[in-house]
């Protein structure tokens, strides 16, 4: 009897081995496939940038647009950044494609300039992968030199929690940028743990207040309290501030009454192709809303 127990006892985990090591391999190998796929989407063109709006409210202006990346797969369609920026974060293929979307923004944000558009500002949002290489520098260098693409129509959009992991490494990276002229939003704040001491060495121009805020300010008073602190804070620090995810003129409207300085949501526009920014700069394309007076 004791023998029959060891004996299933065996098999089972015999079985049990024999069943983890095969899923186990097909992960890995669903892995290896995934990031080969997205390897090629790289070298293959896959890739575009819609572009989102960013009003001033103040002058109910579009002074500057968003960078989002899209990737048009073959065969699974448009795939949003959210289902392959981790998988290229972790295999580190996002220094590649963060590289692409640097560029493409810059040359497209000079060449809306060079046919005689009102300047915007392109904000690129940066992974902390790319952020912490050593070469970073050079690489947003390369990409305003390739462009042609004055600096101070670049803005690179950072998170809270790749600033406090290596703060004097970020500050002094910041700094060799700025003094090219490029300057920095702190993006989704409010989400990630800040040391709010530090927020001060950031040569930063705005905090992005992150949307999860916004959706419920109408209804909840929380949000309201922490959407209201978040703007004094940033604009005592004498950053600009900018909601994200404005998607009703009741938001719009609380944000203005609180001082927000400039928002970004579907309410105004979604993100869209390159050739609509064109008309809406032209003036041809009434997609930003007039906005009611306060
Ligand atoms: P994010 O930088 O916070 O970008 C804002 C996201 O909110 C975008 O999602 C945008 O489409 C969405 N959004 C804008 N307005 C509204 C609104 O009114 N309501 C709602 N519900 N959503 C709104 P998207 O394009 O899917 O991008 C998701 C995230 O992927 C971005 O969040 C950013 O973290 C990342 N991402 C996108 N493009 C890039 C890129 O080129 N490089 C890197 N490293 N990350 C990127
Ligand atoms: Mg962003
Ligand atoms: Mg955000
Ligand atoms: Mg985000």
Known sequence: ????????????GRDNFQFYTTEMNSRVHGRLNQIEEL??????????????????????RMVSIEALVRWDHPVKGLISPADFIPLAESSGLIVPLGDWVLQEACRQNKSWQDA????????????????????????????????????????????????????????????DLRELGVRFAIDDFGTGYSN????????????????????????????????????????????????EGVETGEQLEILRRNGCDEVQGF?????????????????????IRPLPRA
């Open 39 to 60: 390897r090629t989407a790289i070298s293959g063109g896959e890739f575009h940038l819609r572009y989102q709006p960013q009003i001033d409210l103040a002058s109910g």
């Open 196 to 243: 709010l001491s530090a927020l001060k060495s950031f040569p930063v121009a705005r905090l992005k207040i992150d949307k999860c805020f916004i959706s419920n300010l109408a209804s909840d008073d929380s949000d309201l309290g922490i959407v209201a602190a978040i703007i004094s804070l940033g604009q005592n620090l004498r950053m600009k501030v900018i909601a």
């Open 116 to 175: 005689g558009l009102a300047p915007l500002t392109v904000c690129v949002n940066v992974s902390a992968r790319q952020f912490s290489d050593r070469t970073w520098v050079c690489r947003v260098k390369h990409a305003l030199d390739l462009s042609g693409l004055d600096a101070g129509c670049l803005e690179l959009e950072l998170t809270e929690s790749l600033l406090m992991q290596n703060m004097d490494q970020a500050i002094a990276t910041m700094n």
């Open 267 to 287: 309410h105004f526009s979604r993100p869209v192709a390159p050739d609509v920014i064109g008309s809406m700069l032209a003036g041809h394309h009434p997609v």
């Open 1 to 12: 009897n004791a023998d029959a127990a060891m004996y299933k006892a065996k098999e089972a």
